[in-house]
Every structure is written in structure tokens, then in C-alpha cells.
């Protein structure tokens, strides 16, 4: 990755929380010094806010569309779909949420076929829909123009209607100890019952999402889960999650 698009990402990353300079420099590889200036060349242009030992973006904390967090790591959401694809292994039925990094993993369910997919995100749909060994079932309702995905009590009265042998969820946020959170009740509601209706639970979760509580609407754990992340996630950011009886944590490689 050269420098303007490292810029770019770090511009799009700091829209999702605050980061500091080491976080950044272990994600991209490089050293504190270099993301200092990246940082000092972002904030002159007035792309973001420096903040001692980091920085912030002016819209810190507003929701973004689906296609702006497509461009949104990547490589991290590649490896998370890489090493969440096991988990799919012994499935005859899987649930997957709307979004980016669970879309990514619908890339390579493709791939694989001999499975029944449910899902309401339209990522995921179009992605599979008309792929052999795929089995679709689109989950209607309402569709969330932010994340082009459907929730609602059309959505709700499908997935009450099945049962998955696992879920693989996205979310604004992660807290260990607490759930998931998102923007709106009708995500939260739905992802709520997808975990209900699921054996094993799944949640991916790139390292910017760790212990973010920016959203309002939380889904909870009350049963084991497991949280899938990239390697750029911080022994602090991760700490709180292995220490969660209910959790196990699974930090994906870049090679896989």
C-alpha cells in the first residue's frame, strides 16, 4: 500500500473511533514516525483532528453507508473471512448478517457450494444469488439504505421461522461482556434473533469495531460465542474478550 492510500484508509478508519499512533503503525507495519506524518498531512488539509497520541475525524461517531466502508480494511475483512470459513465447514444451513467483512466471507462460501444461506443482507445476495450448490433464501423487510441491508417485522417473522446451524454477524461495535451494539432497535432486534436461532454464533469484527460502544441498540451473549478479528488488534483491545468465559477469540493472519 502506498502512501496516499494508507492516508485514505487511516482517514476512513478514524471515522469509526479514535486511534492512537502505535495502533496505527503495528496495522500498516510501518513506523510511528511515518504514521506521525501522515497524520500531520491529513490534519493540514483538514481531513481529521490530531489528538495527543492520535487522531479523530471531524464526523467521528455518525453512521457510514455500506459503500463507504467497503473501501474500509480490506485485507484485514479478507483474512477474517479466511479464517471464519472453517466454522461453516459441518453447516447444511448458515445465517449471514448484512455488511462488508460478512460479505467478504459470502465470497468464499460461493467457492465452496453444498449450503443452505439465509440471509437479509443485500451484499450477501447479490454475491450468491444464481451461484450452483448455493441455496439462497433472501430474508425480505424493510431495506436500511445505509447498510443495504433489510430489517423489520417481515425480516423478524422469517428468521423465526428456521433454525441455522451458525450465524456469522457484523456490527458498529464489540464490547466483551456486554454484545453487539448498531445504529438502529430493528438491527439490533433482528441480529438479536438470529443469534436466538442459531446453534453457534460468529462475530466478525475487524480490530477498529474492538470495545466500541458508540451505537444506542445492543444484541447480547447469554451462551458461548466467537469472535473473529484481524492481527491488527492490540493485546489491550483483545484482553477483555479472552477474559470473557463466554467468548472464544480467533485473531486471523494476513497469510490465513
Known sequence: MNGAARRDEIRDLLRVRPIAVAELAGRYGVSESTIRRDLTRLS????IVRTYGGALSHGHGEEQTLHE????????????????????????????????????????????????????GLTSINILAGVPGIDLVVLGG????????????????????????????????????????????????????????SRDVHVLADAGKLGRADSHWWSVFERPWNLVTDGGASEEQLAPFRDDPLCTVRVASAAG
Open 142 to 197: 424493510s431495506v436500511r439504505q445505509l447498510s443495504l441491508g433489510m430489517v423489520g417485522p417481515l425480516a423478524e417473522a422469517a428468521v423465526s421461522r428456521l433454525s441455522a446451524d451458525a450465524v456469522f454477524l457484523g456490527a458498529d461495535g464489540v464490547v466483551a461482556g456486554r454484545g453487539i451494539c448498531e445504529a438502529s432497535p430493528e438491527q439490533s432486534a433482528l441480529k438479536q434473533l438470529m443469534i436466538d436461532r
Open 69 to 120: 466502508r467497503e473501501g474500509i480494511a480490506v485485507a484485514q475483512k479478507a483474512a477474517i473471512a479466511r479464517a471464519a470459513e472453517p466454522h461453516a465447514a459441518d453447516c447444511r444451513m448458515v445465517l449471514l448478517d448484512a455488511g462488508t467483512t460478512v460479505g467478504a466471507l459470502a465470497e468464499r462460501l460461493a467457492a465452496r457450494g453444498g449450503l443452505t444461506v439465509a440471509t437479509p
Open 44 to 47: 493540514e488539509t483538514g481531513r
